[in-house]
């Protein structure tokens, strides 16, 4: 019969059609989300990064002519370099990752009030990323 053989491939080629489609929106969006991830993974790293350089040079001045005074900028100081390095570079799928990234931020900010400090870049509102 005509008609049963017309909706068997139209039930094949839709069939096909869409297996097709299915694969090639997968693969498009392993692509896109790849590229999502290392920019923002870039991102989060350079702000990282700008924190540790910035903890880093307070570190060796604040040693140097530490007193009594600067016991609790210190500890905020060395709070802040221990969250850095427990920040886990390598696992992005780490649950809770920006929720330690917002408390080195935090941290961060304490700090700079503590040294009455007003860093030259900003940490952008959307959270990653810094303007400098």
Known sequence: NLGSRHLLLHHRFHGEGYQEGYEEGNSLGIIEGRQYGTLHGAKIGSEIGCYQGFASA?????????????????????????????????????????????KIRGKFKQLCSLLNVQPDFKISVEGSGLSF
């Open 58 to 102: 307070w570190r060796c001045l604040l040693h140097s002519c530490a007193t009594e005074k600067d016991s609790k900028k210190m500890k905020a100081l060395e709070s802040l370099i221990g969250m850095i390095q427990k920040f886990p570079y390598d696992d992005p799928t780490y649950d809770k990752l920006h929720e330690d990234l917002d």
